[in-house]
């Protein structure tokens, strides 16, 4: 996996709060070595709530605008997905994240929705008009400049909070993927070939930037680059 650093991206998280985050990557054999480190760390991780299967439907335009940004790494750019947490295999309720970045700064607008946009043998195209019907202006906007469903992925995520609070660890294991582009009715069967990888991502705030920094010394995987977007995207065929 890539040992490359990759610098701290502030995140709104509800509100105004700016966090930051740092990420790792690595192969899934090294969950358990990860998941002791964090159970036996004096910052005492606990995890404050039960496991959850997170599910995210990306949308970009006709010229995958979001992607080729992404592959760029222009300093402004976002990307448009749709999350939902649970076992549902199409958009539950959840909400219509915009994932922004400038420079080293990142945040997220949220809308949330409250009724499922999808039924069975509902297309992606009556899927996207019951999201769109229960988004206000702003959000409705972001989708009609993205319409088309690019993928969906899904993962296992554990979470960690540490003893103070300051401090939020996820690990993500078990992505799926599975490409939307070339059929009018959601994909949930295909699966795109991807590797056996889990990411871990800490959060904190601004202020405890050093305090994390020198936590982490000790972590056993490499600080690294890692996007589960862009390795989705490649799984299913971009080039």
Same mark, same amino acid.
């Given at each position: 996996? #890539?040992?490359?650093?990759?610098?701290?991206?502030?995140?709104?998280?509800?509100?105004?709060?700016?966090?930051?985050?740092?990420?790792?990557?690595?192969?899934?054999?090294?969950?358990?070595?990860?998941?002791?480190?964090?159970?036996?760390?004096?910052?005492?991780?606990?995890?404050?709530?039960?496991?959850?299967?997170?599910?995210? %439907?990306?949308?970009?335009?006709?010229?995958?605008?979001?992607?080729?940004?992404?592959?760029?790494?222009?300093?402004?750019?976002?990307?448009?997905?749709?999350?939902?947490?649970?076992?549902?295999?199409?958009?539950?309720?959840?909400?219509?994240?915009?994932?922004?970045?400038?420079?080293?700064?990142?945040?997220?607008?949220?809308?949330?929705?409250?009724?499922?946009?999808? =039924?069975?043998?509902?297309?992606?195209?009556?899927?996207?008009?019951?999201?769109?019907?229960?988004?206000?202006?702003?959000?409705?906007?972001?989708?009609? =400049?993205?319409?088309?469903?690019?993928?969906?992925?899904?993962?296992?995520?554990?979470?960690? %909070? #540490?003893?103070? #609070?300051?401090?939020?660890?996820?690990?993500?294991?078990?992505?799926?993927?599975?490409?939307?582009?070339?059929?009018?009715?959601?994909?949930? #069967?295909? =699966?795109? %070939?991807?590797?056996?990888?889990?990411?871990?991502?800490?959060?904190?705030?601004?202020?405890?930037?050093?305090?994390?920094?020198?936590?982490?010394?000790?972590?056993?995987?490499?600080?690294?680059?890692?996007?589960?977007?862009?390795?989705?995207?490649?799984?299913?065929?971009?080039?």
């Amino acid at each position: 996996m #890539s040992s490359r650093i990759d610098a701290a991206v502030p995140e709104a998280q509800g509100g105004n709060e700016e966090r930051h985050e740092i990420k790792f990557a690595a192969y899934s054999v090294e969950y358990e070595r990860v998941r002791h480190w964090l159970r036996m760390h004096p910052a005492g991780f606990v995890s404050p709530y039960p496991d959850r299967r997170v599910n995210n %439907v990306y949308f970009d335009n006709y010229d995958y605008r979001a992607y080729a940004e992404n592959l760029a790494g222009v300093s402004e750019r976002s990307k448009l997905r749709y999350r939902w947490y649970g076992d549902s295999p199409g958009p539950d309720s959840g909400s219509l994240e915009v994932k922004q970045k400038r420079n080293h700064f990142g945040w997220k607008l949220r809308f949330p929705v409250a009724n499922p946009p999808w =039924q069975a043998q509902r297309t992606w195209s009556e899927v996207r008009s019951a999201l769109r019907e229960q988004l206000p202006e702003n959000g409705r906007l972001w989708l009609d =400049q993205n319409p088309l469903p690019i993928m969906l992925n899904r993962y296992e995520r554990k979470y960690f %909070v #540490s003893g103070d #609070s300051r401090i939020r660890a996820t690990i993500d294991t078990r992505q799926r993927v599975f490409d939307q582009r070339y059929g009018a009715l959601p994909n949930f #069967s295909r =699966q795109a %070939v991807m590797q056996d990888t889990l990411v871990v991502e800490f959060k904190f705030a601004r202020a405890d930037r050093q305090d994390v920094v020198a936590m982490l010394r000790g972590f056993p995987l490499r600080i690294g680059r890692h996007s589960k977007f862009m390795n989705a995207v490649r799984a299913i065929g971009f080039v």
